[in-house]
């Protein structure tokens, strides 16, 4: 018989003519691994199906850790003694097992194992017979516990599976069966890594795990069907060990993953749609605001051009075209102040820009602004500015717009809600409790306090917090008081709310506390001070190059330094005074030419243009300036401008036009005006062809409605030297032309 066996190894005449026919469990193994090899009927209906366990470890799978080292030495006993010895060792009440025909819960019974064993051929393995024999007599009432026992975990509603230390399927309940619609013979006994497409990886990574001894929960895997669908699982498991603590098997739990993956398909399409909804929104806004900061650029130049011809003798026309001016830029803020809204909305952090400036100079601009804007305030509310002489205001490096845009909020805030009584702004200024290490020598890092204290009605406790919220507009104690008093103020209601997260995007927190005499807002902003080492009635000018200002010739700076001074020394209001002046806003703009001259290099200086190209090349005689832009309206008015600056200027339809006049003669023109958004080639394309293609190397400054930080670094980026945002008036305009020499 066994002779047979080895020739031919196929056992399964023999095993259908012979094995099939004995009343006890007989495996055959392989004598070198100890691999299954085959099985007899009474074995698959006692124990388990063949292809269960087909080429697994008799011992590792089917014996209990404390029968094996038993088994092993009875294995490895008789392969030493060989055929001939007829030595057929007993192993008595061996925990063995047993799943049964059934696929139902496994369990273990004792078996007597009776070895035999022949050694086979040089072509053909040896083999290790077993006989086995369950000696664990089970009794009616305990077939039915252990039926029923074993149904609780076989149809549980959780699929639920046991694997081998190398990873092969013991047991599957139906559950599980059912979700991957394989039957028992398809599933059980195969390796695991078979149902995992792609998850190689993280299969044995889990292996890792569970063998460290962790317990793994909602692991996301990713099972294939006997259909070929992919279904996503979720896996709960942990380790059964043996008793020296290693490995035995595993206790798998897994739940269909389905519904969830779906939800999260569901919402992550609905994220992206409304992201391209967002950005559809902020294209739509960003056009809008677009459409309505042109005009208003159109109808300032328009105004201050028509005022520049008015007869002197006619005081109510020049104050009612002030007052229109102050709107048009009052406007200009408004859709500003919902662009900066819409951003903290969205969770966006827009990076602030700092630059050096003159405190004194911004702070005077923003009182006269709002100001202007509260004609009706004038002779009812006091509007004044407490400077201290020893806090420095001439040589100020930090956030300037925000700055101005802050205090523009909160001075109007304080004018809106004082029907009589008084507005007052404080400076204060401290020195920094731990500067930076590498501050230069004469600089200084400090913090500047701003106070805002009005006579506004109270603001209750309790309604403080909305102060930030946006829509805003009031907050009295009397409701219906409160009601009355904000339908008649104007504005949107996003001035506080802008400001306060203006204030937090510097690092710093707006505070306020109210009464029933005062309101207060205060809030800190870091900057660093230029600290003069020169004597009385001099001015320093061997630091010009640390704030990225070059000029063609020393007379050059030293001539636009003594203006600025001068013109500062004659526009500057007393530092301490309790009440201002109610001039026009446009009347304070006598200094803004000289002083954003000789801080918007520095300002708008596009870091990848070489120190050449930063100042234009006029060297005298009369400015040419190239206009690029698609608005007529807008070109007519910056020539009108240009013409009453006595400047010639000549215009572009569009980026590709402007490319080509360029380079017919690039030394035509002294700058370029360059508008962003145009048809056929916009500013960005137009400017980046005239940095690399023409080598046109003076300055390009940008003229544009919109305003984001964004919109600015990609100009300069592109190859800008600055940028202006509409609406500029004509002395912001000739400063920025001055401050790059051109005119």
């Known amino acids: 018989f066994f002779r047979t066996l080895t020739m031919a190894f196929n056992a399964q005449p023999i095993i259908e003519g012979y094995f099939d026919l004995s009343p006890e469990a007989i495996v055959l193994l392989d004598s070198d691994t100890g691999a299954i090899l085959s099985a007899n009927r009474r074995f698959q209906e006692s124990i388990t199906t063949l292809d269960r366990v087909l080429s697994n470890h008799f011992t590792k799978t089917l014996i209990h850790v404390e029968d094996r080292d038993r088994l092993d030495v009875a294995f490895q006993s008789v392969v030493a003694k060989g055929a001939n010895s007829g030595f057929t060792p007993t192993i008595y009440n061996c925990k063995t097992m047993v799943f049964g025909p059934d696929n139902s819960l496994p369990t273990y019974f004792k078996f007597d194992w009776v070895f035999a064993y022949h050694p086979g051929t040089p072509s053909s393995p040896g083999i290790v017979v077993l006989s086995g024999r369950q000696v664990t007599i089970v009794r009616d009432h305990e077939k039915d516990a252990q039926a029923e026992f074993a149904d609780f975990f076989n149809k549980a509603p959780i699929a639920l599976h046991w694997l081998s230390d190398t990873g092969h399927v013991l047991w599957a309940n139906e559950t599980e069966l059912n979700v991957l619609g394989y039957t028992a013979e398809e599933y059980i006994g195969q390796p695991i890594m078979k149902f995992c497409p792609d998850e190689e990886e993280l299969v044995l990574e889990i292996f890792k795990q569970l063998g460290s001894g962790n317990t793994i929960r909602d692991v996301p895997v990713r099972f294939r069907t006997k259909s070929g669908d992919i279904k996503h699982l979720l896996i709960d498991s942990n380790v059964n060990y043996k008793v020296d603590g290693s490995f035995n098997h595993t206790r798998c739990f897994i739940r269909d993953d389905t519904a969830r993956k779906v939800n999260e398909a569901r919402a992550e399409a609905r994220e992206k749609t409304y992201q391209d909804v967002m950005k559809q929104k902020d294209q739509f806004v960003q056009k809008t605001f677009h459409e309505v900061r042109t005009p208003c650029h159109m109808i300032s130049m328009a105004l201050e051009n028509i005022r520049c011809h008015l007869p002197k003798d006619v005081p109510e026309a ?3 075209l002030l007052h229109a001016v102050s709107q048009t830029f009052h406007i200009s803020k408004l859709a500003e102040d919902v662009s900066w809204a819409m951003m903290f909305a969205e969770g966006k952090v827009p990076k602030l820009e700092q630059t050096n400036f003159d405190l004194q100079g911004a702070i005077q601009d923003t009182l006269s602004f709002v100001r202007s804007m509260h004609p009706e305030k004038k002779g009812k509310v006091t509007l004044g ?67 805002v204290k009005s006579t506004s009605p109270e603001i209750p406790e309790d309604k403080i917090h909305q102060l930030w919220q946006k829509y805003w507009q009031g907050g009295g104690k009397d409701d219906h008081q409160q009601t009355q008093l904000t339908d008649s103020i104007d504005g949107l209601g996003l001035g506080l709310h802008v400001a306060f997260n203006m204030v937090q995007l510097v690092g710093r927190q707006l505070e306020v506390r109210s009464n029933a005499d005062m309101t207060t807002f205060w809030f800190e902003m870091p900057a660093t001070v230029w600290r003069s080492t020169a004597t009385d009635g001099e001015l320093e000018l061997d630091d010009l190059e640390s704030t990225n200002r070059d000029t063609t010739s020393s007379s050059d700076a030293l001539t636009l330094a003594k203006e600025a001074a001068a013109a500062v020394q004659r526009a500057s209001i007393n530092r301490r005074q309790p009440e201002l002046e109610w001039i026009p806003m446009m009347d304070c703009l006598a200094a803004k030419q000289h002083v954003d001259a000789a801080v918007v290099a520095n300002m708008t200086e596009a870091k990848q243009i070489p120190k050449s190209l930063r100042l234009g090349q006029r060297q005298g005689g009369r400015a040419h300036i190239l206009v690029v832009d698609d608005n007529t309206v807008c070109q007519s008015v910056l020539k009108l401008a240009f013409q009453q600056m006595v400047i010639k200027c000549d215009v572009a339809w569009h980026g590709a036009i402007a490319v080509t006049m360029v380079e017919a003669d690039p030394t035509l023109y002294d700058a370029v005006l360059m508008d962003l958004r145009m048809p056929v080639m916009d500013g960005y394309q137009a400017t980046k062809l005239l940095r690399e293609k023409v080598k046109y190397t003076r300055p390009i400054i940008a003229l544009t409605a919109e305003h984001a930080p964004a919109v600015k670094e990609m100009a300069l980026e592109a190859g800008c030297n600055s940028m202006l945002s509409k609406p500029v008036s004509k002395q912001v305009l000739e400063a920025t032309l001055r401050a790059f020499n051109v005119v």
């Open 318 to 320: 020049h104050e009612q």
């Open 385 to 451: 500015l407490d400077i201290p002489s020893d806090v420095p205001t001439d040589s100020v490096y930090g956030y300037k717009g925000a700055l101005e845009r802050i205090l523009n909020h909160l001075l109007s805030n304080g004018l809106k809600f004082t029907q009589v009584g008084s507005v007052t702004l404080y400076v204060a200024y401290s020195t920094a409790s731990e500067p930076p290490a590498d501050l230069p020598s004469g600089q200084e890092a400090g913090v500047f306090t701003f106070t």
